[in-house]
Nanobody, 124 residues
Framework: QVQLVESGGGSVQAGGSLTLSCAAS????????MGWFRQAPGKEREFVAR????????YYSDSVKGRFTISRDNAKNTGYLQMNSLKTEDTAVYYC?????????????????WGQGTQVTVSS
């Protein structure tokens, strides 16, 4: 079992920045791919980014590429999502997730463990 707890959400104006954190406990953190997803009201959960267990491989959705950076610190059992140049359409609940597979997975079904989510609101 892996337990995930997100933090760092909040309200920010368009163009601003936020950094989300995901604290993991349980199994060896580096054994798991970590992903970030988001879900806006009335919409399906959407893939944002993922980072491999070794932190050497990253992958982003087209909607955030160039603006968001995913990273992890395995020594601290923590993952991060640095979000810059935020837009109103980035408003959503953001979830971190862990997958036992090191393949690139963009579907929520490819992830085994989930955090409770943290709200990000971007105003114009």
């Amino acid at each position: 079992q892996v337990q995930l707890v997100e933090s760092g959400g909040g309200s920010v104006q368009a163009g601003g920045s936020l950094t989300l954190s995901c604290a993991a406990s349980g199994r060896t953190f580096s054994d798991y791919t970590m992903g970030w997803f988001r879900q806006a009201p009335g919409k399906e959960r959407e893939f944002v980014a993922r980072v491999s267990g070794s932190a050497r491989g990253t992958y982003y959705s087209d909607s955030v590429k160039g603006r968001f950076t995913i990273s992890r610190d395995n020594a601290k059992n923590t993952g991060y999502l640095q979000m810059n140049s935020l837009k109103t359409e980035d408003t959503a609940v953001y979830y971190c997730a862990a997958s036992q597979s090191q393949m690139i997975r963009t579907s929520p079904y490819g992830y085994d463990y989930w955090g409770q989510g943290t709200q990000v609101t971007v105003s114009s």
